[in-house]
């Protein structure tokens, strides 16, 4: 009998195409929020011949005051799809794999994995690219109009004067 996990996904993986393309599959998929979060393109590129200069790649960081929260989706798969998660994000070395609690939109919890940078492989000054944003949009079906928003009008590295969230 398969054991299942959740993983939780608020990058690129929201949508299932790309989720799918990694040989993913998930038995169950939900919208959730972390709470005191906020995506961020601090992770330095592991392929930087492949970026812009400034140009970072997502993860997540705490906000400041541990006030706001973010959104993504969450995925049950099963326990041994993991390593192909892992190899995805480069854990242990580019991200940590971390047990997390995330709040369901009807408010009940729910515990799963997610991947932060590794804090030696993070910039602060790095942005998203516009590019890398406008592959968000398939994603507004499974935001909330106002995350979403928020999320396709921050600053890049072509505009960075634009409001950062």
Do not use: W
Request: hydrophobic content about 35%; aromatic content about 12%; proline content about 7%.
């Amino acid at each position: 009998m398969a054991n299942f996990i959740n993983f939780f996904a608020y990058d690129e993986l929201i949508m299932p195409e790309v989720f799918a393309s990694l040989g993913l599959e998930a038995r169950a998929k939900f919208n959730v929020t972390l709470s005191a979060y906020k995506m961020v393109f601090h992770k330095i590129p592991k392929d930087p011949e492949n970026y812009k200069e400034g140009e970072g790649c997502p993860t997540i960081i705490p906000t400041d005051s541990n006030i706001g929260m973010m959104e993504g989706v969450l995925y049950e798969i099963d326990e041994t799809l993991l390593p192909k998660v892992d190899e995805h994000y480069g854990h242990p070395n580019e991200y940590q794999r971390k047990k997390m609690r995330f709040t369901k939109h009807d408010f009940t919890f729910v515990n799963g994995f997610v991947y932060i940078a590794q804090i030696e492989h993070t910039d602060s000054r790095l942005l998203p690219s516009q590019a890398q944003l406008d592959r968000y949009r398939p994603a507004r079906k499974v935001m909330t109009r106002l995350y979403f928003s928020r999320m396709v009008t921050q600053a890049t590295v072509e505009e960075p004067h634009k409001r950062r969230p």
